[in-house]
Antibody, heavy 125, light 111 residues
Framework: QVQLVQSGAEVKKPGASVKVSCKAS????????MHWVRQAPGQGLEWMGI????????SYAQKFQGRVTMTRDTSTSTVYMELSSLRSEDTAVYYC??????????????????WGQGTLVTVSS | QSALTQPASVSGSPGQSITISCTGT?????????VSWYQQHPGKAPKLMIY???KRPSGVSNRFSGSKSGNTASLTISGLQAEDEADYYC???????????FGGGTKLTVL
């Protein structure tokens, strides 16, 4: 079955970087775009960006431009999200989520299924 | 402040129907039939319930339905059941620059 398995929880100090992984299985990894969405404690969902696992092209939400980098490793069917210059407000659960359908550009309809289990990133001094 | 506006909470009794609204602008909800809805139980990842305004993925109960009028999309849940108690989020395509916007979420309580 289609499955996304994320890396474990992280604790980081302000100013540091964090890299979260999302390993895909059960489908052709390069056929479906992948999104990253985060959720601060008790808050709503926030879209961060999208990556094309085939060519590696990305689009990021303006809020995260310059601080986020999404990459992929096709040999292990894994996508990564790295967030730098961490601050306390970045404390959140970070989710990877696959596009529901195959699409042809980063302007994919926002239809996310399945989702990873989430990775809690805590930023604290 | 979220790009799409949802009521913070709604409630209903078992068997009743409820509707959750999601108000955007002519740059997102109003311009594209690309609204999706997600159900999230506490401590769990969100689940896709509706896509392209009114389509249901396989396995989602037909008690869930979606619609759109102008800049406002809606999720209706009929025949409320206890397991429907969760947070619900709307999401819309917002053009090639912004791409994706979410609503702030609505907590559904089944009384």
């Amino acid at each position: 079955q289609v499955q996304l398995v994320q890396s474990g929880a992280e604790v980081k100090k302000p100013g540091a970087s964090v890299k979260v992984s999302c390993k895909a299985s059960g489908y052709t990894f390069t056929s479906y775009y992948m999104h990253w969405v985060r959720q601060a404690p008790g808050q709503g969902l926030e879209w961060m960006g999208i990556i094309n696992p085939s060519g590696g092209s990305t689009s990021y939400a303006q809020k995260f431009q310059g601080r986020v980098t999404m990459t992929r490793d096709t040999s292990t069917s894994t996508v990564y999200m790295e967030l730098s210059s961490l601050r306390s407000e970045d404390t959140a659960v970070y989710y990877c989520a696959r596009e529901f359908f195959i699409c042809s550009s980063t302007s994919c309809p926002p239809e996310f299924d399945p989702w990873g289990q989430g990775t809690l990133v805590t930023v604290s001094s | 402040q979220s790009a799409l506006t949802q009521p913070a909470s709604v409630s209903g009794s078992p068997g009743q129907s409820i509707t959750i609204s999601c108000t955007g602008t002519s740059s997102d909800v109003g311009s594209y039939n690309l609204v999706s809805w997600y159900q999230q139980h506490p401590g769990k990842a969100p689940k896709l319930m509706i896509y392209e305004v009114s389509k249901r993925p396989s396995g989602v109960s037909n008690r869930f339905s979606g619609s759109k009028s102008g800049n406002t999309a809606s999720l209706t849940i009929s025949g409320l059941q206890a397991e429907d108690e969760a947070d619900y989020y709307c999401c819309s395509y917002a053009g090639s620059s912004t791409l994706v916007v979410f609503g702030g979420g609505t907590k559904l309580t089944v009384l």
